[in-house]
């Protein structure tokens, strides 16, 4: 095969505001250029925001048009076959191309804020595909192709309108991070359950109403977002997620818990408020790694004997229930640095309470502490000198 000569090689390069570049590339800057009436600018480093292009070696690697009101991508940016790093985001696209997926080189491709309401099939062929960003635009399905993105890292959709997800989802297995919030997800595919790499997945203000058993098997799963869906009750295989540091299940209607949900050893912070729990089952005691537990605006009339047993708790939120007592080992949380106990019915307070020495804040009001015995008082008024800050009803104590 004879090698082209350098007349023809030369023929081939055109100068793009003094850029050397392919000349199918300089025709596809050329097009952006007029729909944007502005040339792209040189840059030395890319980021999602940056509006201009890198290139190397007569290829562009590197593109950011972002917020250009861009109304149309054509087959031209399939000429960019070098290009790595793509940032389109908010603009005004509503579809992309089908040749799309020749982009084979792309490791980042941010669409954020645009008006796609669909995916060409193609978009599986982007293999080399590590980080993706569709969130804010108006999909309502995911073609069964993306199933074929297996160095897909970070996949953002939040605030779409997507109802489902294809079973290829779970065919991801490199995936570490998922945000599907804001949404209209129904349900998800057992398949969710082979994300073996899954790290974060986010999935609040969804209208989720189970989960499949095959959440169980994401082992590497440190942050679990649920909040703000339709659950009413969890699996019990939910606690074989040994890796959960963060648990967000607020905003639901959940009644009660897996009877073994202190299996969940690791724990750090634990969401609960605003469901319909009435009680807590004895093992959440278990979590001993726990510092932050919320379960305001639930039922509550009663906590577990044991609950002095989370040494490590700081904050614990306990408004808007029916408590008007609390256990024995209460007073042993001797990290807990804010508590919340308004708006339950508290008629007295022990004088232990004075053994919670590191409290920053203590919430009483909206109780029934109009005349408490001169211990409880003196217990309040120690607290205070040790820095504590305590609110209360004017009119109380």
């Known amino acids: 095969m004879t090698a082209p000569k350098e007349d023809e090689i030369s023929s081939n390069i055109k100068s793009y505001h003094g850029i050397p570049l392919l000349r199918s590339e300089y025709n596809a800057l050329m097009e952006f250029e007029q729909q944007i009436t502005n040339p792209l600018p040189l840059v030395s480093e890319w980021n999602s925001n940056i509006f201009g292009f890198i290139a190397r070696e007569n290829h562009v690697i590197a593109l950011g048009i972002p917020s250009k009101d861009l109304t149309i991508l054509t087959e031209n940016i399939c000429n960019l076959k070098f290009l790595t790093r793509l940032s389109l985001k908010n603009n005004l696209l509503s579809s992309l191309p089908d040749k799309i997926g020749n982009l084979t080189a792309l490791i980042h491709l941010d669409l954020f804020r645009n008006n796609l309401n669909s995916l060409p099939e193609g978009f ?198 029916t408590l008007s007592t609390l256990p024995e080992s209460f007073w042993m949380l001797k990290s807990l640095q804010s508590l919340y106990l308004e708006g339950n019915a508290f008629t007295t307070l022990p004088e232990k309470i004075e053994n919670l020495s590191s409290l920053k804040w203590l919430y009483l009001q909206d109780n029934q502490l109009n005349s408490l015995p001169i211990k409880a008082k003196n217990a309040l008024k120690h607290l205070e000198r040790l820095g504590c800050k305590i609110v209360l009803n004017k009119m109380e104590i």
Not at 179 to 198: A, T
Request: proline fraction near 4%.
């Open 124 to 321: 599986g062929n982007l293999i080399n595909l590590q980080t993706l960003e569709l969130g804010e635009n108006q999909l309502t399905s995911i073609p069964l192709s993306i199933g074929n993105l297996n160095s897909l890292v970070t996949l953002t959709l939040t605030n779409n309108f997507l109802s489902s997800l294809p079973v290829s989802f779970g065919n991801l297995s490199a995936l570490r991070e998922v945000k599907l919030c804001g949404n209209k997800l129904l349900f998800l595919p057992s398949s969710i359950g082979n994300l073996n790499s899954l790290v974060d997945l986010s999935l609040h203000e969804n209208i989720l109403s189970s989960l499949p058993e095959s959440i169980g098997n994401l082992k590497s799963l440190q942050k679990l977002e649920l909040q703000a869906n339709s659950l009413s009750s969890l699996p019990d295989n939910i606690i074989n997620l040994q890796s959960l540091h963060y648990l967000y299940l607020n905003e639901n209607s959940l009644s009660s818990l897996p009877a073994n949900i202190g299996d969940l050893r690791f724990l750090e912070r634990f969401d609960l408020r605003s469901n319909k729990l009435k009680s807590l089952p004895d093992s959440i005691c278990n979590i001993i790694s726990l510092r932050n537990l919320n379960l305001e605006r639930n039922e509550l009339f009663s906590l577990p004997i044991n609950i002095g047993n989370l040494i490590n708790l700081r904050e614990l939120k306990l408004g808007h229930n």
